[in-house]
């Protein structure tokens, strides 16, 4: 039968059987395993009365058999529904609530934790998986039989639900189809020429769709391998680089490999292909590393609710700070925020995306969904971002980082832009702040380099005729680091929390 999803991906799976994921320490899962061990998963599931459609909840550490059981869902045609592994009980339980999943698989640490919420949301079954691959699910695998039928899918059917970070209001889950994810995995492979050499260095996340979708699901389609580390660590990465042809990445990998002693050209002879993603990349962050390896970082701008939208080129220049052009097949056009209207090639406006890669819309919430697409079919991101000539897309931040000063509308990046160019300065974060007079006063969190005394005052003059006066930040503040999630992004509503009575009693 064809599973729409699972026949794409196994599709190219080798002929002749080679691992398809090793471990840091050299543990290994081959193509044969994989399919045996899904189909083993895949068994259990239906045993516990999962069927087509079913929600099957997983917040379980990164592992091996955390893929088996990605895979398990799309075979036994229910919905994998991935949580981050930092959600507390509360936020578990809402999740729970609101997809109602079957299934709910848990670290066997935390079950007694999740118990309430499990019971509370009516799930039929909590079963338990560590990082090492024990607890009752895979007990329950062994006794399973290897083989498995398929269950048939339509492309329209839903493959995954992934909640969204929601820094603001409720998180919300977004219903990815099967040909979402099938259809964005090829363009993938082909557009960054993906094979079965390719040996992907796998230190992200699997609960996020970098991770998850656009590092896993590309890789499979491709017969190629993966060294899948349980997180980010920078010395075994180094270890590990000249074994990988490729490497997906979050910004903030690039920087602490910047950071390590041994980072040279000689550990990335069979390097192909630098990624990154998920978060703005530092022009300065590209440029170092350029010079450092001899590797242009390819960027690209994707989210949960698209996979990937754009990418730089795979021939041809990457640009630096741009994230590339709209992938084939994907359409992409800027907009007026206010009247809807495309703005004039250059200008900055909200991104709107369509195509074969956007999402089904939210978790039962079709108001919110019907909002967020346009009358023609198009997704408003809620970025911001401009097209320059040459058809590069530039991300210039969230709309609803987008300060509103005394009337005027203020894009933080082209001020972080400014600031981050400062000898002295390592980053920057420019957000809008209540402010009695201006209704947000433009305010600068800057995080020095090492040992930099760069100040307020000194930073105020550089910028002072480079920038537009309302542009220019009433208030410049110094942090020893910026708040970022697991996936890299700066927290802008905890830095809005923190300095939010800074202006109290401003008077201009
Ligand atoms: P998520 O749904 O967690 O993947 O977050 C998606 C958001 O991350 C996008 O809407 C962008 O705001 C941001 N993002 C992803 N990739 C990039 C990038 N290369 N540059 C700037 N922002 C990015």
Not at 26 to 39: C, D, H, K
């Amino acid at each position: 039968m064809s599973a729409h999803l699972y026949d794409a991906l196994t599709a190219r799976f080798p002929k002749r059987d080679k691992p398809f994921l090793t471990t840091a320490e050299g543990r290994s899962v081959s193509y044969r395993e994989l399919n045996e061990g899904s189909g083993r998963i895949a068994s259990v599931l239906r045993d516990l009365g999962v069927e087509p459609g079913d929600r099957v909840a997983v917040q379980v550490q990164k592992s091996p058999e955390a893929v088996l059981l990605y895979l398990a869902c799309l075979r036994a045609g229910a919905v994998f529904l991935p949580l981050n592994t930092a959600y507390t009980p509360v936020e578990v339980g809402y999740f729970l609530g609101d997809a109602e999943p079957k299934v709910f698989v848990c670290d066997p640490a935390r079950r007694e934790e999740f118990a309430e919420a499990a019971q509370n949301a009516r799930v039929r079954r909590v079963e338990t998986l560590d990082e090492s691959g024990g607890g009752s699910l895979m007990q329950k695998a062994k006794a399973a039989p290897p083989e498995f039928a398929n269950t048939s899918r339509e492309p329209d059917d839903l493959a995954a639900i992934l909640y969204t970070s929601g820094t603001t209001g409720r998180s919300k889950g977004a219903m990815l189809s099967q040909e979402n994810l099938a259809s964005n995995a090829r363009t993938l492979v082909e557009y960054w020429r993906f094979g079965p050499k390719d040996v992907l260095l796998h230190a992200l996340p699997i609960y996020h769709t970098h991770g998850l979708f656009v590092a896993i699901n590309t890789l499979l389609m491709a017969g190629g391998s993966l060294l899948f580390l349980p997180r980010f660590d920078a010395d075994t990465v180094i270890r590990l680089l000249p074994e990988a042809t490729s490497m997906m990445a979050v910004p903030t990998f690039y920087t602490r490999l910047l950071q390590h002693p041994k980072l040279n050209p000689a550990l990335l002879k069979h390097m192909r292909l630098f990624t990154s993603g998920s978060a703005p990349l530092l022009a300065e962050t590209h440029r170092e590393w350029g010079a450092k390896t001899g590797h242009s970082i390819l960027e690209r701008y994707g989210m949960t609710e698209t996979n990937m939208n754009t990418s730089n080129p795979y021939e041809g220049e990457r640009i630096p700070g741009s994230v590339g052009f709209p992938l084939p097949g994907i359409s992409l056009r800027v907009v007026d925020p206010d009247t809807a209207a495309p703005v004039r090639r250059g200008e900055v406006g909200m991104i709107e995306v369509a195509g074969p890669n956007v999402f089904k819309g939210y978790w039962r919430m079709p108001e919110k969904t019907a909002e967020e697409f346009t009358s023609d079919g198009y997704f408003k991101t809620g970025d911001l971002g401009r097209v320059d000539e040459r058809g590069y897309v530039y991300i210039v931040g969230r709309g609803k980082d987008l300060v509103i000063t005394g009337g005027f509308n203020v894009y933080p990046k082209e001020v972080e832009t400014e600031i981050d160019a400062l000898p002295g300065v390592a980053e920057s974060a420019v957000i809008g702040v209540p402010h009695p007079d201006f209704g947000e006063g433009v305010t600068a969190v800057v995080v020095r380099k090492n040992g930099a005394k760069i100040d307020e005052r000194e930073i105020s003059r550089a910028l002072d005729g480079r920038l537009a006066k309302f542009k220019l930040p009433k208030r410049i503040l110094f942090a020893d680091n910026l708040p970022r999630n697991a996936m890299g992004k700066v927290q802008k509503n905890v830095l809005r929390n923190t300095y939010r009575d800074i202006y109290k009693n401003a008077a201009s």
